[in-house]
C-alpha cells in the first residue's frame, strides 16, 4: 500500500523568506515521489520527481525537495519564497513494486506568501 | 509536455441534469485518468479511462454516474449523470505520456469547474 501525509494545511511565510512545505510517505518499496502546483482556478502543474539518485532535486520556479528515507520525507523547498509562489501544493507518491502507475495524492497544502 | 485541453472550463446546471466534459491531448498518451477535486479537498480518482473498452472505475464510483468514453489515445469524454449538488467539483483529466510510463509524473488540464444548484 502507498500513502501520503502533509501534515500542515496552510503555511505562511514573508516574501524573500526560505519556505517549506512539508510531505511525508509510506511505500513497501522504494518510492517514486512528485510535487505538483494548482493555482487558482487552474489545473495542477507538475513540479519535480524525485525517482533515484540525487537526493535533492531540482524542478520548476526554483523549487527543489529532499528526499530523505530514513525519515521517508520528500519536504519543498524554496531559498527565497515570492507572493507569485502562493497557491495549493500536492505531494504525490507511487510504489513501482505494486503495480500501478496510480499515485496518491496528499490532501495539499495551502501556501500564502505575504508580501 | 502533452497540452490537454478541457471542455467546458466552468458550467452551471441544474439538478438532475448531465453534463459531458471533453479531454483533448495534442499528441498520444498512454493512459487518461480522470479525478474528482471538490472543494476544499484533495484529488480523488474516478476511474482510468482505457481506450476501446470500458473504463476502470475506482471503488465509490459507477459506470451509470459517470460513463466514460476513450475511442482513441487523443480524447476522452467524462459525463456526470443526473447531478445533484453534491457533484459540484472541480473535474481534472490528467495523462502520462508514452516516454515516461515507466515513472508515472502526471499532467493535467486545466480542469471543468462545476456547480450544480
Known amino acids: 500500500a502507498q500513502s501520503v501525509a502533509q501534515p500542515e494545511d496552510q503555511v505562511n511565510v514573508a516574501e524573500g523568506n526560505p519556505l517549506t512545505v512539508k510531505c511525508t510517505y509510506s511505500v513497501s518499496g522504494n518510492p517514486y515521489l512528485f510535487w505538483y502546483v494548482q493555482y487558482p482556478n487552474r489545473g495542477l502543474q507538475f513540479l519535480l520527481k524525485?525517482?533515484?539518485?540525487?537526493?535533492l532535486v531540482k524542478g520548476s520556479y526554483g523549487f527543489e525537495a529532499e528526499f530523505n528515507k530514513s525519515q521517508t520525507s520528500f519536504h519543498l523547498k524554496k531559498p527565497s519564497a515570492l507572493v507569485s509562489d502562493s497557491a495549493l501544493y500536492f505531494c504525490?507518491?507511487?510504489?513501482?513494486?505494486?503495480?500501478?502507475?496510480?499515485?496518491?495524492f496528499g490532501r495539499g497544502t495551502s501556501l500564502i506568501v505575504h508580501p | 509536455s502533452a497540452v490537454i485541453s478541457q471542455k467546458p472550463s466552468r458550467d452551471i446546471c441544474q439538478r438532475g441534469t448531465s453534463l459531458t466534459i471533453q479531454c483533448q491531448v495534442d499528441s498520444q498518451v498512454t493512459m487518461m485518468f480522470w479525478y474528482r477535486q471538490q472543494p476544499g479537498q484533495s484529488l480523488t480518482l474516478i476511474a482510468t479511462a482505457n481506450q476501446g473498452s470500458e473504463a476502470t472505475y475506482e471503488s465509490g464510483f459507477v459506470i451509470d454516474k459517470f460513463p466514460i468514453s476513450r475511442p482513441n489515445l487523443t480524447f476522452s469524454t467524462l459525463t456526470v449523470s443526473n447531478m445533484s449538488p453534491e457533484d459540484s467539483s472541480i473535474y481534472l483529466c490528467s495523462v502520462v505520456e508514452q516516454g515516461v510510463v515507466g515513472t508515472g509524473e502526471l499532467f493535467f488540464g486545466e480542469g471543468s469547474r462545476l456547480t450544480v444548484l
Open positions: 524525485y525517482i533515484t539518485g540525487d537526493n
Open positions: 504525490a507518491v507511487r510504489d513501482p513494486s505494486g503495480g500501478s502507475y496510480i499515485p496518491t
